[in-house]
């Protein structure tokens, strides 16, 4: 029997990578998730930054990253010199200063075509997951394994669930936008 409730777990896997996704997307504020999952070479490794430091916010356009071993710190560096981020780093010795340039209007206007490409991705993502289940409920109907009603009432709460989880999208969507685009 088909449980349109056994999909839950599938539809807020789409949300959850959306929010990481979101996450990196710099807005006028400076925001550790900017950097923390950044791969850094260390102990002959590959680690994320967020593992080997201390990220913190010291004012509202630089971060302080502080890495617990302080041999590393040149590497650490390195790779944030090598990121998209268009911020300044400056080796204070025992720790790095990321500061965030302001957003000009076109690089504002770039991130929320970022954005707005993200936010379908994870829209035709919850639509496939939704003609997956679909194509489930119309084979278990035509095998006999449900009834014509109840394959109504399953395409009916499953176009419910789906519409609800684009609003989740839309509405994230819509805060990320206004982070982006205020100044």
Request: no cysteine; glycine share 0%.
């Given at each position: 029997m088909i449980n349109i409730d056994d999909y839950k777990e599938s539809f807020e896997k789409n949300l959850e990578h959306l929010k990481k996704e979101l996450a990196v997307i710099r807005t006028g504020r400076a925001s550790p998730s900017l950097v923390e999952?950044?791969?850094i070479e260390a102990y002959n490794t590959k680690m994320p930054l967020k593992q080997l430091s201390i990220i913190t916010v010291?004012?509202?356009?630089?971060?302080?990253?502080?890495?617990?071993?302080?041999?590393?710190?040149?590497?650490i560096e390195k790779q944030l010199a090598q990121t998209n981020l268009e911020a300044t780093v400056r080796n204070e010795g025992n720790l790095l200063r990321v500061?965030?340039?302001?957003?000009?209007?076109?690089?504002?206007?770039?991130?929320?075509?970022?954005?707005?490409?993200k936010l379908e991705n994870t829209r035709i993502a919850i639509r496939g997951l939704r003609d997956e289940i679909r194509g489930k409920i119309l084979t278990a109907e035509k095998n006999k394994e449900i009834s014509e009603d109840e394959k109504f009432r399953l395409l009916e709460k499953l176009d419910t669930a789906t519409k609800s989880y684009i609003n989740k999208v839309e509405e994230l969507g819509e805060k990320k936008k206004e982070e982006i685009l205020t100044i």
């Open positions: 999952n950044i791969l010291t004012e509202a356009k630089s971060l302080v990253i502080q890495p617990w071993d302080k041999t590393i710190i040149k590497e500061i965030m340039p302001p957003l000009t209007e076109e690089n504002r206007k770039n991130l929320v075509k970022i954005l707005n490409q």
